[in-house]
C-alpha cells in the first residue's frame, strides 16, 4: 500500500512538473555546438553583451577541432575535451572568429600560468537559458554562471586548500593580440583586451573590450603575469629573462602586454565558495564598472540568475505551442532562443556606446543593437522579430540608420562598430523595407530611403555594392568581380525592395526604375542549362562552366558559398519570371525538385534555404513543400549537440526552423507575405504587440487525422483559397486553421 503512494506521489510530481514547464525550460543550449554549429552552451541575457563560454578549442588534446589549427569560430566545440578557462564575451553562429576572450579559470594547489599545463578535463555540465555549470576535474572544483545584461557572473566552489582564480588576456578566439590590466585591490581587477579582425579582414579596425572584475572575497595573494616575446640573435645573450614568464606578486601597477594575465588565489582551511563579477564595455573601464554595479550590486548568484531566467521565460512566451513531442518543444524553443542572441546590445548602462568608424561616444536613449549578419539574417530572422517582437525590430533599424549618420553607409555586416563588409549584396535595404512595410514605421523613412539610393547609386568608392557601375550599364555584374553571379541576384533583391518602398512612398519613377533593374538576372539565364551562369566582360558566358562548381565552400566563378543549383531559384521576388523562363510550371517543378533529388540542396547555408518552400508557386505541387519540409525539419534539427545543420548565422537556420515549425514562412524578403505549409504543432499562439498590432494573439491551428497534406485552409473561419497570405490578413485575423486530409 505505501509503495502504492510512494508511486502515485511520484507520477503526480512528474505529471505536475510536466506540466508547470514553461517554454525557457524547453531551452537546451548544447544544440548546435558540434557540427559547426558554433553556438555556445553558456549563459547570456536576452541580446545581452556579456556571455560566458567554456573555452575548449585550445591545446593539441582538442584537435582537430583546435583554433590554431584550422578555420575555427566558436569557442566551444561539443565533442572537445581540454577547457583552459570560460571566456566572458562571445559570439553565437558566425562563421569567423572573433572576441572569446577574457579567459577565467579557477584551479588549485601551485600556481601555473600556462593554460596548456593548467587546462583540464572537466565533467557533468548542465545547460539552460542563462545558467551553465560543470565540474573541473583535475582540481575537484564545481564552477557555475550566469550573466545579466552587461555582467558575467562566476560561482566556484573550492575544496580545502589554496585555490587561483586566473583571468588569462593573452588566450582568446580573436585573431588580435594585445591587452592592459592592473590590480586594484586583493578584490577587484581593472583592463582591457584588444579584439577583432573579423573573417581575418579590416585589422586597423581592431578595437577594446574594457572590463572591471570584483571578487566575493579578498585574495591572501594575488600578482600579474607576463610572458614577453624570445628575441633570437646578440642581445638574446644578455636577456636573462627572454621568454621567461615573469610573476609580479602584490602588483598593482599597469601591465601591458600579448601574453597576461593576473592570479588571485586563496587558502582555503575547509570548502569555500568565492564568486568573481566581470562587468564589461566597449565604452570605457569607468563604464564597466558602473555597469557591473548598476546591474549586479547586491545581488546574488542567484538573484541574477532568476531575473535573466524570468526575462528568457518572457519573450520566449510569446510563442506558445501546443502538441508536439518534449523533443519539438525543445528543438523549437532552443531555436526561438537563439534568434534572441544577436543583434545584441552594445550601449552601456548610462546609455553610451562607440560610434562606428569615428570611435567617438555616442549615447542613446533606447538600445544601440550589434552584431548585424545581414546577408544570411535579411532572410528571414528580422521578419520573425517583426512579427512577434516589433519593438525590438524598431530599434534596430533606428540602429542602422544612426550607423549611416556616423559612417554614411549602412550596415552590411556590422560588428562592435566596426564595418566588415564581409560577404555581398545590399542586405540592409531589404531589412528595411520589409520592416517598413509590415507597419513597423516609428522612423525616419526618407533618411532610411535616401541611404539606400546612395548604396544603389554611387559608383565611385562604394563599400556596399562594389561592380556597381557594370551592374547599372550591363545589368549583372561580370567575372572581373568575385562571386559575379550571385552577387547579381542580391543587387537584384535589393533593388526590389527599393523599388517596394517607392512605391509605398508614392515615388513612382523609382518604382519603375529598381522594379526593372530588380530583373536584370534574367540576363544571366541560360536557357540551355536552365539555370543561372556567369559573363565575361564581352558578354561571352563563362567556360568552361560546371554547374556542381563551389558545392560545400569550395571556391569557383561566379557564385559566393555555392553553385549554380544552390542559387538557381534566389530570385524570391521574380518566381514568376524565373517560372517562364523555365517553360511553365512543370519545366520549374522538375528543375527545383532535380535540387533536392541530386543533393545539391545545402540546408546549411543560406542562398537556397527558401526553396522547400517554392513548390507552393505552382498549383497542385504544393504537397512536396510540406513534405520537404517536414523531413528536412526531422533530419536536420534535433534535441542534439549536431541538432543544427551547420553555422547557425546568428540565429538564421534557427529562424528557418522556427517558421517551419509554424508552418508559414516569409518567402519573398522585402514583400510582406508568408507562404503557407503544415504546422508541426497542433496549435501555435503568437503574443502580438499592441502598438504595433491591434489583436492580441494570432492562433496558428492544425486539425487532423491523419498525417496527410493540406486539404483546406481556414482564415478566421472562412475559406482561404492561397498557400501565400499578407503581413496585414494575417496578424489582423485571429485564426488561421490548416486542415489536412
Not at 434 to 460: C, H, P, R, W
Amino acid at each position: 500500500m505505501k509503495k502504492d503512494i510512494f508511486f502515485a506521489l511520484v507520477s503526480f510530481c512528474i505529471v505536475f512538473s510536466m506540466q508547470a514547464q514553461e517554454p525557457v525550460d524547453y531551452v537546451n543550449p548544447i544544440i548546435g555546438t558540434s557540427n559547426f554549429g558554433a553556438t555556445f552552451p553558456g549563459p547570456i541575457a536576452p541580446r545581452g553583451m556579456a556571455s560566458i563560454s567554456p573555452f575548449n578549442v585550445a591545446g593539441p588534446e582538442n584537435l582537430p577541432l583546435e583554433k590554431d589549427s584550422r578555420w575555427l569560430s566558436n569557442p566551444y566545440v561539443h565533442e572537445n575535451t581540454f577547457l583552459t578557462g570560460f571566456s566572458q564575451v562571445n559570439l553565437s553562429g558566425v562563421g569567423c572568429p572573433d572576441l572569446g576572450v577574457l579567459l577565467l579559470m579557477p584551479t588549485t594547489g601551485e600556481l601555473e600560468t600556462d593554460h596548456l599545463k593548467y587546462g583540464s578535463t572537466y565533467s557533468n555540465e548542465i545547460s539552460k537559458a542563462g545558467y551553465y555549470s560543470s565540474e573541473i576535474d583535475k582540481y575537484n572544483v564545481k564552477a557555475e554562471f550566469t550573466t545579466s545584461k552587461r555582467v558575467g557572473v562566476s560561482k566556484f566552489t573550492f575544496p580545502k586548500g589554496q585555490s587561483n582564480i586566473l583571468l588569462n588576456l593573452g588566450l582568446g578566439l580573436t585573431n588580435e593580440q594585445g591587452a592592459m590590466v592592473q590590480v586594484v585591490s586583493s578584490t577587484e581587477i581593472e583592463g582591457m583586451r584588444s579584439v577583432g579582425s573579423f573573417c581575418y579582414n579590416s585589422p586597423e579596425a581592431a578595437y577594446p573590450v574594457y572590463f572591471v572584475a570584483k571578487f566575493s572575497k579578498p585574495a591572501d595573494k594575488f600578482g600579474v603575469w607576463k610572458k614577453p616575446t624570445t628575441y633570437k640573435g646578440v642581445e638574446a645573450q644578455w636577456m636573462g629573462y627572454n621568454g621567461k614568464t615573469r610573476l609580479m606578486d602584490a602588483s598593482i601597477k599597469m601591465v601591458a602586454g600579448d601574453s597576461i594575465g593576473t592570479y588571485f588565489s586563496y587558502n582555503f582551511d575547509k570548502i569555500e565558495t568565492v564568486e568573481v563579477k566581470i562587468g564589461v564595455s566597449y565604452v570605457s573601464i569607468e563604464n564597466a564598472r558602473e555597469n557591473l554595479e548598476k546591474e549586479t550590486s547586491n545581488k546574488t548568484f542567484n538573484d541574477i540568475y532568476k531575473e535573466t531566467y524570468n526575462e528568457w521565460n518572457t519573450l520566449l512566451s510569446r510563442i506558445k505551442v501546443e502538441g508536439g513531442s518534449t523533443n519539438d518543444k525543445t528543438v523549437f524553443y532552443t531555436a526561438l532562443y537563439h534568434t534572441l542572441i544577436h543583434p545584441n546590445t552594445l550601449n552601456d548602462f548610462n546609455g553610451e556606446y562607440p560610434e562606428i568608424k569615428t570611435g567617438k561616444i555616442g549615447k542613446t536613449d533606447g538600445t544601440r543593437f550589434t552584431v548585424f549578419s545581414l546577408w544570411d539574417t535579411y532572410r528571414n530572422v528580422h521578419q520573425l522579430l517583426s512579427l512577434v517582437y516589433p519593438q525590438q525590430q524598431s530599434n534596430m533599424i533606428q540602429s542602422m540608420l544612426d550607423m549611416y549618420d556616423e559612417n554614411g553607409w549602412l550596415p552590411k555586416w556590422e560588428l562592435n562598430s566596426t564595418e566588415t563588409f564581409t560577404m555581398v549584396g545590399d542586405p540592409a535595404s531589404i531589412v528595411i523595407t520589409d520592416t517598413y512595410l509590415k507597419g513597423i514605421q516609428d522612423f525616419d523613412v526618407e533618411k532610411a530611403y535616401n541611404a539606400m539610393l546612395k548604396s544603389a547609386e554611387q559608383i565611385e568608392n562604394n563599400p556596399v555594392r562594389p561592380g556597381l557601375k557594370d551592374y547599372i550599364e550591363k545589368g549583372y555584374l561580370t567575372t572581373d568581380n568575385g562571386g559575379s553571379v550571385s552577387t547579381t541576384q542580391e543587387y537584384n533583391a535589393a533593388d526590389y525592395s527599393i523599388a517596394l518602398l517607392a512605391k509605398e512612398l508614392g515615388k513612382t519613377a523609382d518604382y519603375k526604375r529598381y522594379k526593372n533593374r530588380s530583373i536584370s538576372y534574367r540576363k544571366l539565364f541560360d536557357k540551355n542549362i536552365d539555370l543561372l551562369r556567369p559573363r565575361l566582360s564581352n558578354g561571352n558566358w563563362y567556360e568552361p562552366f560546371d554547374p556542381n562548381d563551389g558545392a560545400n565552400f569550395t571556391e569557383n566563378v561566379g557564385f559566393i558559398e555555392g553553385n549554380a543549383w544552390q542559387y538557381a531559384f534566389m530570385v524570391p521576388h521574380d518566381i514568376l519570371g524565373l517560372k517562364k523562363l523555365m517553360g511553365g510550371n512543370k519545366a520549374f517543378t522538375n528543375q527545383l525538385q532535380k535540387v533536392f533529388d541530386d543533393n545539391q540542396f545545402d540546408m546549411a547555408n543560406e542562398p537556397d534555404i527558401a526553396y522547400p518552400f517554392l513548390f507552393n508557386y505552382v498549383k497542385g505541387e504544393e504537397w512536396r513543400s510540406q513534405k520537404t519540409v517536414e523531413a528536412l525539419v526531422k533530419k536536420y534539427f534535433k534535441n542534439t549537440s549536431d541538432g543544427i545543420p551547420g553555422n547557425d548565422d546568428t540565429g538564421t537556420m534557427s529562424t528557418w526552423v522556427v517558421y517551419a515549425m509554424m508552418g508559414i514562412y516569409p518567402i519573398a524578403p522585402g514583400e510582406p507575405k508568408y507562404t503557407i505549409t503544415k504546422p508541426l504543432f497542433d496549435k501555435i499562439t503568437i503574443q502580438l504587440d499592441s502598438k504595433y498590432y491591434k489583436n492580441s494573439e494570432l492562433v496558428i491551428e492544425k486539425e487532423t487525422n491523419t498525417n496527410g497534406y493540406i486539404n483546406q485552409i481556414l482564415l478566421n473561419g472562412k475559406k482561404h483559397k492561397s498557400y501565400f497570405i499578407n503581413h496585414n490578413e494575417l496578424v489582423n485575423g485571429n485564426s488561421l486553421k490548416v486542415i489536412l486530409k
